[in-house]
Structure formats: structure tokens, C-alpha cells
């Protein structure tokens, strides 16, 4: 059964910019993960964001996943990249941000914060 929209949200041009920059300064690969002691059922996780990347002439969408202990990271059907802090920091806001989330990844979320 396909799982609900949790939440959306639309980011103007130079934010989204931004993410753009984010995602492609990345490191080809997944993670970071921990996926020792996981069970195979929840290794990926309930949660993800999908990206959304539109301009005049086309759309394309990109796959991040951060739930889960195992294959974090952007999957845009190319290419798939690491989690960073300068993507998931700006994208996990507001609605989207998660109430739970991996040591790996909170680290992520925290690095170069005052939080």
C-alpha cells in the first residue's frame, strides 16, 4: 500500500539553488549509516523526501532518504550521493523535519549549529 503525503512545502529560487548546490557537492555513495543490529524490515526506513526540481523545459525528481540505519543518501536515478549537512539542514525544516532520527544523521542535522 503507497504510504500518505506526510507534508510538502515550496522553496523559492534561491533556496532551491541552494539545495541544488547541496546536492551536487555531495560525495558519490550513501550514507553515513549504522546499519549493524538492524533489522532487514526497517533498515530504509518509513521516511523520505522527495525533491521535486522544475524549470521551464523540465521536472526531475531526487530521492532522499534519512530514515532508517541504512542507504541514506539522494538518489536522483543517476547518481546517488551522501547525506550532507548543507542539504539536510535546509530541507528537514518545518513540517519536514522528522521527530526521529539516526545518530548519523542527527549529527548531520547539527554540524555547524548553534542548536
Do not use: F, I, K, W
Not at 11 to 31: I, K, N, Y
Not at 50 to 55: A, F, H, K, N, T
Not at 96 to 106: C, G, I, N, T
Amino acid at each position: 500500500m503507497p504510504q500518505p503525503l506526510l507534508a510538502s512545502r515550496l522553496v523559492g529560487a534561491d533556496e532551491a539553488v541552494r539545495l541544488l548546490e547541496a546536492l551536487r557537492a555531495a560525495p558519490e555513495g550513501t550514507g553515513p549509516d549504522n546499519p549493524r543490529n538492524c533489522a532487514s524490515d526497517v533498515q530504509l526506513g518509513e521516511e523520505l523526501v522527495v525533491l521535486r526540481v522544475s524549470d521551464v523545459d523540465q521536472s526531475r525528481e531526487v530521492v532522499v532518504r534519512y530514515s532508517g540505519c541504512s542507504g541514506h543518501g539522494t538518489d536522483d536515478g543517476t547518481v546517488r550521493r551522501e547525506l550532507s549537512s548543507g542539504l539536510l539542514q535546509p530541507l528537514l525544516v518545518g513540517s519536514l523535519r522528522p521527530d526521529m532520527l539516526s545518530s548519523q544523521v542527527q549529527r548531520l542535522m547539527t554540524q555547524g549549529s548553534s542548536r
